[in-house]
């Protein structure tokens, strides 16, 4: 299972950030987990009035992604799935969105949730969404990972003791 060996976080004092998702529509039940698994984690540590845009489909996320982080959001996430059919379109879109994701949050200091699932079918991809019966939540996790880290280059800006 990939997600063997992961932190347990615990995100407080998050109340006040602002926090975009940003969603493929491509594989809409996948999608409509991620989405939903994503928009539970932030109801879970206060953040009640998120932003949430959706795009066409994962080769998007990282320019609509930049965008957000340039308006103010302290926290971004990214959203979709790609599924490995028989071209090598597969490992195109992985790397450029990977690739383009990580620019975004190098570029901006903006964290960005990585909740891009890259599977070789459709069950993994399911298996990862969040629905009732998946062994993973990974729209719950990016949400989580992103808002942690927001917290913690918040802190930074804060005066040390």
Not at 2 to 31: F, I, T, Y
Not at 46 to 52: Q, S
Not at 82 to 95: A, E, L
Request: glycine letters at 12%; charged letters at 20%; one cysteine or more.
């Amino acid at each position: 299972m990939s997600g063997k060996g992961a932190p347990q976080l615990s995100v407080k004092n998050c109340q006040d950030l602002r926090v975009a998702v940003v969603a493929a529509q491509w594989h809409e039940k996948v999608m409509d987990g991620l989405v939903d698994g994503a928009l539970r984690a932030l109801h879970e540590i206060g953040i009640d009035e998120p932003t949430l845009l959706r795009v066409p489909g994962s080769w998007e996320l990282p320019v609509a992604a930049k965008v957000l982080a340039g308006r103010g959001y302290d926290a971004v996430v990214a959203l979709g799935v790609v599924i490995r059919g028989g071209t090598p379109h597969f490992d195109y879109v992985c790397q450029g969105v990977t690739q383009g994701l990580a620019q975004v949050a190098a570029d901006t200091g903006v964290p960005i949730g990585f909740g891009v699932l890259t599977c070789d079918d459709e069950a993994q991809a399911l298996d990862r969404a969040g629905l009732d019966g998946s062994a993973e939540d990974k729209g719950h996790e990016a949400v989580t990972a992103a808002v942690s880290t927001a917290v913690v280059l918040r802190s930074l800006s804060e005066p040390w003791h």
